[in-house]
């Protein structure tokens, strides 16, 4: 049985930070690229960020870059998201992704579609 399990999530302050982590368990873990999405409330859940299976190619939406970095330990079977400059508009419910893209291209690793394992979410709310 396929589980992931985000942890990390909670308030924190404008500029602050916080640091997310999946903890992936019952499937081959190198074999899996990981993605990291969220959803705002009252609104679609959106690609974040991505990490190729072996940590070699990471892609990131264009309201993170420079303030978000993805990273995973495949010893560990875990993949984090470090959150830092938090905005307002990064509050949403956060949720992790494994799945196996034919290529490590933005294309596919930006596509929710492209992901079959999905964790329930933590939720991290950054307060003005």
């Known amino acids: 049985q396929v589980q992931l399990v985000e942890s990390g999530g909670g308030l924190a302050q404008a500029g602050g930070s916080l640091r997310l982590s999946c903890a992936a368990s019952?499937?081959?873990?190198?074999?899996?690229?990981m993605g990291w999405f969220r959803q705002a409330p009252g609104k679609e859940r959106e690609f974040v960020a991505a990490?190729?299976?072996?940590?070699?190619?990471?892609f990131y939406t264009d309201s993170v870059k420079g303030r978000f970095t993805i990273s995973r330990e495949n010893a560990k079977n875990s993949v984090y998201l470090q959150m830092n400059s938090l905005k307002p508009e990064d509050t949403a419910v956060y949720f992790c992704a494994a799945g196996r893209p034919l290529t490590d291209s933005y294309y596919f690793l930006s596509d929710s579609l492209r992901y079959g394992y999905w964790g329930q979410g933590t939720q991290a709310t950054v307060s003005s």
């Open positions: 990490i190729s299976r072996r940590g070699v190619v990471t």
């Open positions: 019952g499937l081959p873990f190198n074999n899996y690229a």
